[in-house]
């Protein structure tokens, strides 16, 4: 870990990720009265059974739940228990699991190998997907056997009911297990405004990582079996991986807050619309462009390295390592109307400062 910077321990102008954010109140609340007296350990308590009780009523459905810490780990675990080590997982070219996970996947299943598609917008391209399976059919080609799609995008996109269903059919028809990586799952629920099985378990989706942390949570991700035979000994995987939570009730606690109170949604959509927002004041300003359609929390700026350096120097935190080169900046549950009046202003002067 680098030094800590001791002269600034808040950070204001904040659209470099929404995990910058903080522990939203009703987490917060949950975790403080999952926090009475003890409880058993391991999950075997009163607040981890109600959080899957919750998540199941959620997806309308008898799913499998367990909580892990972080994204990496419930992306990786569940593909690990997709596929045996021969096997192959496709993904998109801008998966996280691909560009930001360190090769956890290939790690966790023991080398399954990932083979990647491209896709307009950070959604893969069905006619690729059939061409990566078809191309080789012989034993020496690592055989397709999951496909993992990022909902929301790594691009700020959402696959609609339509699309997941044709993901779906591909998947049937090749015999490929679905994967969705859903660290900003509640922003596509949000942003499509239906319900969370008609784009999971109905479209044939076998396990969903779904993220609490970018929602507003300290920590953790609920990994769902929708196909519960796969989840088969997962409470082993998890626990060998340094996943299994001792104290488990406060990586469940939180998700009994939100989805009893609804903040899981409201958060999300809050978090969608101040992106909307954000694009739609920047729309207007000439010499900077909106790369991609802005459907979830994030809004992705094409920009003159000038003034990308101009902004980092009036304090702003951005990330440019994600995508295709842009400037990705991400709203969160904590983002304010403030916060972005403040950012356009400053886009403003310095883009007018500059011509
Ligand atoms: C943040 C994120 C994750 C999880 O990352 P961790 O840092 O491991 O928690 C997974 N997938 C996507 C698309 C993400 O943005």
Known sequence: MKRADLQKPLQHHQFASDNYAGICPEAMQAMAEA?????????????????????????ETD?????????????????????????SIICHEMAHIETDECGASEFFSNGTKVLLVHGENGKVDLGEIEHTVQRRTDIHYPKPRALSITQATELGTVYTVDEMQAIGEVARRFSLRIHMDGARFANAIASLNVAPKEITWKAGVDVLCFGGTKNGFAMGEAVIFFNRELAFEFDYRCKQAGQLASKMR????????????????????HAN???????????????????????????????????????RNRGWH??????????????????SDADIAALVKDIRELVQQNT
């Open 35 to 59: 926090n009475r007296g003890y409880a058993s350990s391991y999950g075997d308590d009163y607040w981890t059974g109600k959080a899957c009780e919750r998540l199941r009523e959620l997806f």
């Open 63 to 87: 799913c499998e739940v367990f909580f892990v810490f972080n994204g990496t780990a419930a992306n990786s675990l569940a593909l690990a228990s997709l596929c045996q080590s021969y096997h």
């Open 250 to 269: 406060y990586l469940a606690a939180p998700w009994i807050g939100t989805l009893e109170s609804g903040a899981w949604l409201r958060h999300a959509a």
């Open 318 to 335: 951005f990330y440019t390592f994600i995508g295709s080169g842009g400037a990705r900046f991400m709203c969160s549950w904590e983002t």
């Open 273 to 311: 619309a101040c992106a909307r927002k954000l694009e739609k004041e920047l729309q207007s300003i000439a010499g900077i462009r909106v790369m991609f359609p802005c459907q979830a929390n994030s809004v992705f700026l094409e920009m003159p390295p000038t003034l990308m350096e101009a902004l």
